[in-house]
């Protein structure tokens, strides 16, 4: 069974970054795609960004590209999503997730098999 350990979240102003972190642990982890999604209150999960642990692509919300990055390092098991130029509108809980469902697209959390816990982002001054 795959775990993820979200951290790097808090309370941070506006303009300001952010830099979020996924442990993840398992059997077979390099068969599983890996996805950040988030949630604010109120509303739908929402996919970020995505990523797999072989090869250079990457993948964005057509809304969100070009404030956040996603990267891995396979070292250390561990995927980052990089958020710049905060929002009040970035206000949510940011989830890991890693899945390996072919019938979805990377985009859908029904792709997704294991979640971690969530990670607080607050954009506030």
């Known amino acids: 069974q795959v775990q993820l350990v979200e951290s790097g979240g808090g309370l941070v102003q506006p303009g300001g970054s952010r830099k979020l972190s996924c442990a993840a642990s398992?059997?077979?982890?390099?068969?599983?795609?890996m996805g950040w999604f988030r949630q604010a209150p109120e509303k739908e999960r929402e996919f970020v960004a995505a990523?797999?642990?072989?090869?250079?692509?990457?993948y964005y919300s057509a809304s969100l590209k070009g404030r956040f990055t996603i990267s891995r390092d396979n070292a250390k098991n561990t995927v980052y999503l990089q958020i710049n130029a905060l929002n009040v509108e970035d206000t949510a809980v940011y989830y890991c997730?890693?899945?390996?469902?072919?019938?979805?697209?990377?985009?859908?959390?029904?792709?997704?098999?294991?979640w971690g816990q969530g990670t607080q982002v607050t954009v506030s001054s």
């Open positions: 398992g059997p077979t982890l390099s068969t599983y795609a």
């Open positions: 997730a890693a899945g390996s469902s072919s019938w979805y697209p990377l985009t859908s959390p029904l792709k997704y098999d294991y």
């Open positions: 990523i797999r642990w072989t090869g250079d692509e990457t």
